[in-house]
């Protein structure tokens, strides 16, 4: 099964493209480079949702080995050597990481 670190968050006001340029040429590629995380994918906020209310503009999903999330976690934290970006808003911020109850079922069409 698979473990989900999720990460949502905005960029600072008016540094959009600085905190995008970031996110996807640098901090991904870092993040990826600890051992543990298995692959990583942004996402922006869709303009159609269903609650209207959305307080992230923006999704960083990575999969964890789910037999070292311990592990994989403390080697995030002991990682001095990431390049933080100004732009993003630290406020903002908001991480979680979630566990699989089933197997990842696909469509039949």
Known sequence: MNTLF??????????????????????????LSIEGFNSAQ???LHETQVQADQ???YLALYEI???AVTETLA???QA???????????????IS?????TEKQLSNS
């Open 6 to 31: 999720m990460v949502r968050s905005n960029a600072r006001s008016g540094q959009e493209d600085a905190y995008n340029h970031w996110y996807n040429n640098v901090h991904l590629a870092e993040v």
């Open 97 to 101: 990481l979630f566990a699989a109850t």
């Open 55 to 57: 307080p992230h503009g």
């Open 75 to 77: 080697r995030l934290g």
């Open 42 to 44: 942004r996402f922006a």
């Open 80 to 94: 001095t050597w990431l390049n933080m970006s100004d732009a993003i808003d630290p406020e903002s911020i908001q």
């Open 65 to 67: 080995d789910t037999d």
